[in-house]
Nanobody, 113 residues
Framework: QVQLVESGGGLVQAGGSLRLSCVVSGIIFRITPMGWYRQAPGKQREFVAVITSDRTDYADSVKGRFTISRDNVKNTVYLQMNSLKAEDTAVYYC????????WGQGTQVTVSS
């Protein structure tokens, strides 16, 4: 059973930082690509960042501000978010391109301007 549990969201002022975590179980984590997605109110879920064994990729809207990383011992993927903007407000989810149908409950990030 694939399980993903996100945490680390909260309320932060514009310009601030947050670090999200996602603990994953039920897969061979070290060989599995992992990503972060977000869904703002009234909008579709969108791609934020992805990490494989040897590369990372980011949405243009977060490049230079967000950093995705992983700890293959802890089966955890992280999203360090710096210079946060009001438009980053959303529920953030982790997901694997290999296991598309499995999603966690998400973690709410609210950025006040």
């Amino acid at each position: 059973q694939v399980q993903l549990v996100e945490s680390g969201g909260g309320l932060v002022q514009a310009g601030g930082s947050l670090r999200l975590s996602c603990v994953v179980s039920g897969i061979i984590f070290r060989i599995t690509p992992m990503g972060w997605y977000r869904q703002a109110p009234g909008k579709q879920r969108e791609f934020v960042a992805v990490i494989t064994s040897d590369r990372t990729d980011y949405a243009d809207s977060v490049k230079g501000r967000f950093t995705i990383s992983r700890d293959n011992v802890k089966n955890t993927v992280y999203l360090q978010m710096n210079s946060l903007k009001a438009e980053d407000t959303a529920v953030y989810y982790c997901n694997s391109p290999t296991y598309r149908n499995y999603w966690g409950q998400g973690t709410q990030v609210t950025v006040s301007s």
